[in-house]
């Protein structure tokens, strides 16, 4: 689990934190004794973190000078992006990143979280009786989105997920990350959540590409 800092520090700066994923990833961090910032469009429905002692920064993912002005005399310590966006996905996470890049480069952010899927970039092809034709371009930016991170020398942990339960099913508890890339698996949120604090200051998940995998579920045949 995690190690909370000093309350000197910045804490962790979460993007999409007011969303399916992101929400229950900082529900945990705050229960952890983190100082949780969340990044958030003026729009966005804060509704899943209310009671939950977090602060707000109001920008868009797509407008770097506002992703810089989130860092700006901000210290950091760890970033997580949980980020999406609907009708213009293809267009919005490599170019969200290269922003998130920027401003973690400029203040010293010593990791960033980022959850991407399974597929991303090359990974389509370790899965080749899947149909992933509906959201190629998609996955192909969130490709992109990877290589920016891993290029940009901050320590990175890329978590991808496959398939996902619908939202609000409760954890198993026994979801876990995994380096085989080959792997397709089911997830809860809850447990992918889990599975990003666990890897929240962890020198074991640097520099880490991972699956995550859940033997609870059984996998539909185009996947295996």
């Known amino acids: 689990m995690s ?3 000093s ?25 952890s004794g983190e100082t949780v910032t969340v990044f958030a469009r003026p729009t966005s429905d804060r509704e899943r973190l209310e ?6 920064l109001t920008g868009d993912l797509l407008n770097p000078d506002e992703v810089s002005a989130a860092f700006a005399g901000r210290a950091f310590r760890a970033v997580v992006d949980a980020s999406a966006r609907r009708g213009t996905q293809d267009l919005f996470y490599d170019k969200a990143m290269s922003h998130i890049v920027r401003g973690a480069d ?31 371009d998609v996955l192909l930016a969130k490709g992109r989105a990877e290589h920016i991170l891993i290029d940009s020398g901050i320590g990175y942990t890329i978590i991808r997920n ?18 085989d890339q080959a792997v397709m ?28 995998a859940d033997d609870s579920y059984e996998v539909p045949r185009a996947f295996r």
């Not at 996902?164 to 990350?177: K, M, N, S």
């Not at 089911?186 to 889990?194: G, I, P």
């Open 3 to 5: 190690t909370a800092g």
């Open 7 to 31: 309350q000197s520090d910045g804490g962790v700066l979460v993007f999409g934190g007011t969303g399916r994923l992101g929400a229950p990833i900082v529900k945990l961090l705050v229960e």
């Open 51 to 56: 009671g939950l002692n977090v602060r707000f």
């Open 106 to 136: 400029d203040t010293g952010v010593r990791q960033i979280i980022y959850h991407s899927s399974v597929g991303a970039g090359d990974n389509m092809a370790q899965f080749p009786r899947a149909d992933f034709s509906g959201m190629r």
């Open 162 to 179: 496959g398939l996902i339960q619908p939202d609000g099913t409760p954890p198993t508890g026994t979801a876990r990350l995994t380096d």
């Open 185 to 212: 698996s089911v997830v809860t949120r809850a447990d992918l959540a889990a599975l990003t604090v666990q890897c929240i200051h962890q020198s074991a998940c640097l520099n880490r590409i991972y699956h995550a």
